[in-house]
T-cell receptor, first 111, second 115 residues
Framework: GQQVMQIPQYQHVQEGEDFTTYCNSS?????IQWYKQRPGGHPVFLIQ?????EVKKQKRLTFQFGEAKKNSSLHITATQTTDVGTYFC???????????FGKGTMLLVSP | NAGVTQTPKFRVLKTGQSMTLLCAQD?????MYWYRQDPGMGLRLIHY???????AKGEVPDGYNVSRLKKQNFLLGLESAAPSQTSVYFC??????????????FGNGTRLTVT
C-alpha cells in the first residue's frame, strides 16, 4: 500500500502559537485526506485535497497539497486549547478501496 | 441517524478466549473497514469489505476474521485472543460513487485488553 510519513510525531505549543504538521510520500498521491482525533475520541474527517498545489482553508486551519502531489501540510494559526488532538493524513491506495494513514501528529496546547 | 455504532465499548479477555466485535452503520454505505490503533503506530487496516458478502485482508489481518452478511453490519472476530491484540479497534464506513472522494466515518471505538 501507499506509504505516508508524518512529522513531527508530537508538538507542544503555547496557546496562540502556530502549528504545522507535514505529510510526505515518495510516490505521487492521487489525493490526501486529513482527520482529527480528540483525546479518547475517534478520527473525524476534516478535508480532502485532490489538485496539485491546492490550498483550502477552514477558519484557522490551512491545508496545502504540494505541486508534485507528494506532500501535504496542515497549518493552524493561533492555536487554541480546542485544537488539542492527533492529526492524521491519509492517502488512497492504488486499488482505490482503502486508505493508508500516517502515524499522526499529536498536538498539545497549553493555556 | 446514529452513523457508525460499535459494540462493545470495552472488553477484557484472557489469552485464548474468543470474541466478536460488532459494527453497524445506518448510512447505506457499501464500504466498511476495521482498523486497530496502537500508540505511535497510527491506524492500521485489519480487514475491509467493499460490499455485502465480500471481505478482503488489510495490512495486519493475522489472528482476525471478518464477515459481512448484511450490508449494514461488519463483524470482527478474534478466535484465540493474544496479548498482542490489546488495542483500540475502530470501525469505519464510506459511500462509493466517486472512488476517492468519500471520507471515512468512524465509530467510537472498542478498547480491548487481553491479559
Amino acid at each position: 500500500g501507499q506509504q505516508v510519513m508524518q512529522i513531527p510525531q508530537y508538538q507542544h505549543v503555547q496557546e496562540g502559537e502556530d502549528f504545522t504538521t507535514y505529510c510526505n510520500s515518495s510516490t505521487t498521491l492521487s489525493n490526501i485526506q486529513w482527520y482529527k482525533q480528540r483525546p479518547g475520541g475517534h478520527p473525524v474527517f476534516l478535508i480532502q485535497l485532490v489538485k496539485s498545489g491546492e490550498v483550502k482553508k477552514q477558519k484557522r486551519l490551512t491545508f496545502q497539497f504540494g505541486e508534485a502531489k507528494k506532500n501535504s501540510s496542515l497549518h493552524i494559526t493561533a492555536t487554541q486549547t480546542t485544537d488539542v488532538g492527533t492529526y492524521f493524513c491519509a492517502a488512497r491506495n492504488s486499488g482505490y478501496s482503502t486508505l493508508t494513514f500516517g502515524k499522526g501528529t499529536m498536538l498539545l496546547v497549553s493555556p | 441517524n446514529a452513523g457508525v455504532t460499535q459494540t462493545p465499548k470495552f472488553r477484557v479477555l484472557k489469552t485464548g478466549q474468543s470474541m466478536t466485535l460488532l459494527c453497524a452503520q445506518d448510512m447505506n454505505h457499501e464500504y466498511m473497514y476495521w482498523y486497530r490503533q496502537d500508540p505511535g503506530m497510527g491506524l492500521r487496516l485489519i480487514h475491509y469489505s467493499v460490499g455485502e458478502g465480500t471481505t478482503a485482508k488489510g495490512e495486519v489481518p493475522d489472528g482476525y476474521n471478518v464477515s459481512r452478511l448484511k450490508k449494514q453490519n461488519f463483524l470482527l472476530g478474534l478466535e484465540s485472543a493474544a496479548p498482542s491484540q490489546t488495542s483500540v479497534y475502530f470501525c469505519a464506513s464510506r459511500e462509493t460513487g466517486s472512488s476517492y472522494n468519500s471520507p471515512l466515518h468512524f465509530g467510537n471505538g472498542t478498547r480491548l485488553t487481553v491479559t
